[in-house]
């Protein structure tokens, strides 16, 4: 059994997002990613399928030459290799399911 919080230790960064690994299971990596409003991620892609839970706050979530406004509860999955951009609309808590294959150095990348 492995457990993890999503709303344990938070603590936002002025200056970008903050990932965490949340927990690590034979099939996926769960990441928190903590959006201050306004903060974002540019445009990128994953080499595996993504999925993204708006867990708290909203995102305008771009993909496909259009703009999503993603809210407290939403899901999005997304293919492998979709471009796809985050924008923060207000403080924000976002949990990302990664393939077990991808690399948490790769979303860090990002948001450099």
Do not use: C
């Not at 496909?64 to 809210?71: A, E, G, T």
């Not at 609309?89 to 991808?102: G, P, Q």
Request: hydrophobic letters at 40%; zero cysteines; charged letters at 30%.
């Amino acid at each position: 059994m492995i457990t993890g919080s999503l709303r344990e230790d938070i603590k936002y960064n002025d200056d970008k997002v903050a990932i965490k690994v949340m927990m690590e299971t034979e099939t996926s990596k769960e990441i928190r990613i903590l959006f201050k409003n306004g903060q974002m991620m540019k445009k990128h892609k994953a080499g595996f399928p993504i999925t993204v839970e708006i867990h708290e706050g909203a995102i305008d979530f771009g993909v496909n030459d259009k703009v999503l406004n993603l809210v407290k509860g939403d899901l999005i999955y997304l293919d492998a290799n979709v471009p796809h951009d985050l924008v923060a609309t207000e403080d924000s808590i976002v949990r990302l399911t990664l393939s077990k294959l991808d690399r948490v150095e790769r979303v860090e990348q990002v948001i450099r």
